[in-house]
């Protein structure tokens, strides 16, 4: 595609639910980053993957947050049993090599009952 | 650790004035430097880069910045600001030698006013 695209947009959630957000990053990039940003916040680094190889997770903020990469493509955040400090904007960014321009997706927005 | 401070959490200019969008870094070392802008409902949007060379970088939509070693600052101007212009700019940076992800500061909302 011609850019990064998150899906969905937007996700309301229950506490103690589970959610899947889903990254396209743009076609060949290997390295691929999620990003959390909260109200009022600059993003702040989660995971990094390059291809399928996780190789960075150290951002995320606790064993409910999993991220995948199986095929070297789509990746999926995942949060389990959510809380409301989970509530934030997560952004995937993508580049052809490490050190290369990040591009951005749209992001998706959780909000967290 | 490396941080990122952008003391200006709101600025309001009037269209057609200039801008300076202040950054300072905490890193021993120069890391690569970045602006971004980001309208509500966007992405992340880059304006533009320094890695190495000449300390006055151009970007994309007249926006410059300039790389001062000595006070550890990353600024970014504009000569003439559009109504268009009022977004969220964050000021971010990457510490290529570790290699980790890009470090973000809280950004500055602009407003711009008729």
């Known amino acids: 595609g011609a850019g990064v695209s998150q899906s969905p947009r937007y996700k309301v959630a229950k506490r103690g639910q589970d959610v899947a957000l889903r990254c396209d990053p743009i076609?060949?990039?290997?390295?691929l980053f999620w990003y959390q940003q909260a109200l009022g916040q600059g993003p702040e680094f989660l995971t990094y993957?390059?291809?399928?190889?996780?190789?960075?997770k150290s951002g995320l903020p606790s064993d409910r947050f999993f991220a995948e990469r199986p095929e070297g493509s789509v990746s999926t955040l995942k949060i389990q049993r959510t809380q409301q400090e989970d509530s934030a904007v997560y952004l995937c960014?993508?580049?052809?090599?490490?050190?290369?321009?990040?591009?951005f997706g749209p992001g998706t927005r959780l909000t967290v009952l | 650790a490396q941080s990122v401070t952008q003391p200006d959490i709101h600025i309001t200019v009037s269209e057609g004035a200039s801008l300076e969008l202040r950054c300072n870094y905490s890193?021993?070392?120069?890391?690569?430097l970045f602006w971004y802008v980001q309208s509500p409902g966007q992405g992340l949007q880059l304006l533009l880069k320094y890695f190495s060379g000449d300390t006055l970088v151009q970007g994309i939509k007249g926006f410059e910045a300039e790389f001062k070693r000595s006070q550890s600052s990353f600024n970014l101007r504009k000569p003439s600001v559009h109504w268009s212009d009022a977004a969220e700019y964050f000021c971010?940076?990457?510490?290529?030698?570790?290699?980790?992800?890009?470090?973000f500061g809280k950004g500055t909302t602009l407003s711009v006013s008729s």
């Open positions: 960014a993508s580049s052809f090599l490490r050190g290369n321009e990040q591009f």
């Open positions: 993957f390059q291809n399928e190889a996780q190789l960075d």
């Open positions: 076609s060949g990039h290997v390295s």
């Open positions: 971010a940076v990457e510490i290529n030698q570790a290699g980790t992800a890009l470090i």
């Open positions: 890193y021993g070392a120069t890391p690569y």
